[in-house]
């Protein structure tokens, strides 16, 4: 079946670092996969997404790359700031499972 | 343009009894999927409606179940309360056909049994 694996959080970085996060994914065919973010006390709102090998989905500073060869959909930001604290899921999407399959989540803190 | 909404935030009930979630989607949107967020973990898919009818569903017993309405509004029912029933409950809303089948998420209602 379709699965997603995240590195385990938390990271705690200090405000301007690089953040990367590390989703990999199995799934037969092409996936769409997505980024949502959830900030304390909240739902999760959609962070990012790609549809076909190669594209990079970006917003608000964050990229991710759809990497086929290597499953992988690492998410990214060059400079953090205090109010990216929060987790961060990755997950996917096949339109035969009419469904989003998400990862474990990793949180994020980023101090001043 | 109002968001998908849910209520009630909170509840909290006892083993055994029964709960009733609701949900309302995005403007424009017709299909509701419901997720179980155990804490310190990702949603898991329990089930979606389109058209009054369970589409598809996640691997959750019948003691989960559902209904939509023809205003495309939903509720999740749960029976026989369990302890690890204890969780926050999304739903999100998307429109059939439409790109990526992308789905919008509520704020959620944290549920805890005791």
């Known amino acids: 079946g379709n699965s997603v694996t995240q590195m385990e959080g938390p990271v705690t970085l200090s405000e301007e670092a690089f953040l990367t996060i590390n989703c990999t994914y199995t799934a037969t065919g092409y996936p769409s996969l997505f980024w949502y973010v959830q900030y304390p006390g909240e739902g999760l709102q959609l962070l990012l997404k790609?549809?076909?090998?190669?594209d990079k989905g970006s917003n608000k500073g964050f990229e991710a790359t759809y990497r086929k060869e290597t499953t992988s959909f690492h998410l990214e930001k060059g400079s953090v700031q205090v109010s990216d604290s929060a987790v961060y899921f990755c997950?996917?999407?096949?339109?035969?499972?009419?469904?989003?399959?998400f990862g474990g989540g990793t949180r994020v803190l980023v101090k001043p | 343009d109002a968001g998908v909404t849910q209520s009630p935030t909170h509840l909290i009930k006892t083993r055994g009894q029964q709960v009733t979630l609701r949900c309302s989607p995005k403007?424009?949107?017709?299909?509701v999927s419901w997720y179980q967020q155990a804490l310190g973990q990702g949603p898991q898919f329990i089930f979606q409606?389109?058209?009054?009818?369970?589409?598809q569903r996640g691997n959750f017993p019948d003691r989960f179940s559902g209904h939509q309405f023809p205003n495309y509004s939903s509720e999740l029912n749960v029976n026989a309360l369990l302890l690890g029933d204890s969780a926050l409950y999304l739903c999100?809303?998307?429109?059939?056909?439409?790109?990526?089948?992308?789905?919008?998420f509520g704020p959620g209602t944290r549920l805890t049994v005791l």
């Open positions: 999100a809303s998307s429109l059939a056909g439409g790109s990526l089948n992308e789905q919008f």
């Open positions: 790609a549809t076909k090998a190669d």
């Open positions: 403007s424009g949107h017709d299909t």
């Open positions: 409606y389109y058209e009054e009818e369970e589409r």
């Open positions: 997950a996917l999407y096949k339109a035969a499972g009419n469904k989003l399959t």
